[in-house]
């Protein structure tokens, strides 16, 4: 049994003894490294951290393993000698003059339009005004009753949007627009800063060559579209005259409304959009040229109104934004009514006491 065990311990010896001998001849396998400048290991779009600070950075701000590593990320600043050119605004159709036809432009005669003149308002005496109450509101001219706004067709007095027939009043000095810091008309605006109020702005634009090389950057004016001032504000007065036991309504200034946004377009509270007035107009003063431009009338042609007619024979749709009956902080109906609908509820109840104090003046 000694020899047994002898022979085989002497076995297990030499087994281990080749296992040893080849365990050290044996090559080991070596674990590859990508070489520094390979897209491998080099920081991805997700925000990794660079492991060569040389490596391109990608358009994202993060290190680029892609692109030769001597090249510099391109700029968006304008290059210093590459020349920059102002090139002169071609103007809005909308707010320029619109040359006249040579011809007569209509199967008839027209002449009364330019010299129509509007009626003049009936006194009131101060004395015989004994119930008065301001009232604002806003047209909205995305309503079906208020198109005619919008009615961007092109005659011999300019374009037919109101907004243009304003601008055009303005720019000829026949009309004085006042600054919408106030609506008590206290600081004119000369027409250069309406103007300037009505534009968009500045870019800068690069111009490339077949290459897709920069040549140079033009300074361009950014041009407001006119269908874009879709609101307008209204500022009047209702008056009860005793001597004629009446209840007029006389409209004071009318403002043009603008959206406010960011640059990028978006609202300056999101899902909110805030509007502004640009300027004022003094509604009376404006009558006389509201008077010599005609209305759109979408069944008639040939029965259209006046400017002035309209807005005297009250042919608008608007909601009623404030007013001075129980107002003391002289507050608008947005600044403490914040559900829509209550404030046109809130409205239609400001409109209900000024028609029930004429009413509730006579006796059946």
Known sequence: MNMKNLRVGMLLVLVLAAAASNAQTKPRKKTSRPPANSGYGQPSGYGNPPANNNQQQSGYGNQSGYGNNNQQQQSNKPQ??????????????????IKPSLRNDASIERNLVKDRQPLAYEHIREDDAVYRQRVWREIDTREKMNLAFRYAADEDNGNQRFIAILLNAIRSRELTAFDASDDRFTTPLTPAKVME?????????????????????????????????????????W?????????????????????????????????????????????????????????????????????????????????????????????????????????????????????????DLWSY
């Open 197 to 237: 109020a009505f534009s968009g702005g500045l870019d800068t634009v690069p111009v490339y060559d077949m290459n897709g090389d920069i040549t140079r950057y033009e300074v361009r004016a950014r041009e407001i579209d006119p269908d874009s001032i879709y609101r307008f504000r209204i500022k009047e007065e």
């Open 80 to 97: 210093a000698n590459i020349p920059i050119v102002v090139v002169p605004s071609s103007g809005n159709p909308a707010l320029d003059s």
């Open 239 to 359: 008056v009860f005259d005793k001597e004629s036991s009446r209840l007029f309504v006389r409209i004071l200034g009318i403002a043009p409304i603008k959206r406010l946004t960011r640059s990028d377009g978006t609202d300056i509270i999101p899902g909110q959009p805030e509007f502004a007035p640009m300027f004022w107009i003094y509604y009376p003063d404006s009558r006389s040229i509201l008077a010599k431009y005609e209305a759109f009338n979408g069944k008639n042609y040939g029965a259209r109104m006046t400017w002035e007619e309209l807005f005297e024979n009250r042919m608008f749709s608007s909601y009623i934004t404030k007013s001075t009956i129980d107002n003391p902080y002289d507050r608008t109906l947005r600044s403490y009514i914040k559900d829509p609908i209550l404030r046109l509820l809130e409205g239609e109840n400001i409109k209900e006491k000024i028609f029930n104090y004429e009413q």
